[in-house]
């Protein structure tokens, strides 16, 4: 074994596919990229995530309680770290990156509809944002491309390397 740098364990941890997250605030759609998530519960599905206070998002996110999370599938990955590189503050993303924004059900936030997935999201727990920007966000309401039936995502390892979903592994389990 050698010593790992502290700066570098989240490259061995990365929780899931990086997806977009969209917000809407006083009429402005707004789209992030975000690795760190998690789901946390099966019924209601429950996904934690973290969204920096930095990051122009934050503040949507915190006021609105809302958001959409957006599946993309690889064919996206140059849009998704496009997206992640600049901020909402300075650039309408949707317009900048080509994404088209659709009206969700449930919330004010848009579904993106490149990508396969679209999850609509309310905040259920905040309890944790202002030590941690982790955020407690309850699926309402999901959408799936059916055209779409085995998507390849992307998976953040740091410092601009992804790992692409690669071979599926069956193996009788207990879990669903």
């Known amino acids: 074994m050698k010593d790992l740098p502290l ?3 989240y490259q061995l941890i990365e929780p899931g596919p990086v ?6 605030r006083a009429g402005r759609a707004n789209v992030m990229t975000m690795s760190w998530h998690m789901m946390m519960e099966f019924t ?17 996110l915190r006021e609105t309680k809302e958001c959409v999370i957006a599946i993309p599938g690889v ?6 770290v496009g997206v992640g590189n600049c901020s909402g503050r300075d650039v309408d993303k949707f317009e900048r990156f080509g994404l088209t924004a659709k009206p ?4 004010k936030a848009p579904l ?3 990508c396969f997935a679209n999850l ?6 905040t309890r944790l944002v202002n030590k941690y920007c982790f955020f407690v966000l309850e699926v309402v309401k999901a959408w799936r491309k059916p055209s779409r039936s085995a998507p390849k995502t992307i998976h953040h390892h ?12 069956k193996i009788k389990s207990k879990m669903p």
């Open 19 to 24: 997806v977009l997250l969209a917000t809407a």
């Open 44 to 60: 209601p599905p429950l996904i934690g995530c973290v969204v920096s206070n930095g990051d122009y998002s934050f503040n949507a």
């Open 75 to 80: 064919e996206l990955a140059e849009t998704v």
């Open 104 to 107: 969700a059900q449930e919330v």
């Open 158 to 169: 740091g410092f601009g390397k992804f790992v692409v979903d690669g071979e599926t592994l």
């Open 7 to 9: 700066s570098e364990v």
């Open 120 to 125: 609509e999201c309310k905040v259920v727990d």
């Open 112 to 114: 993106i509809a490149e």
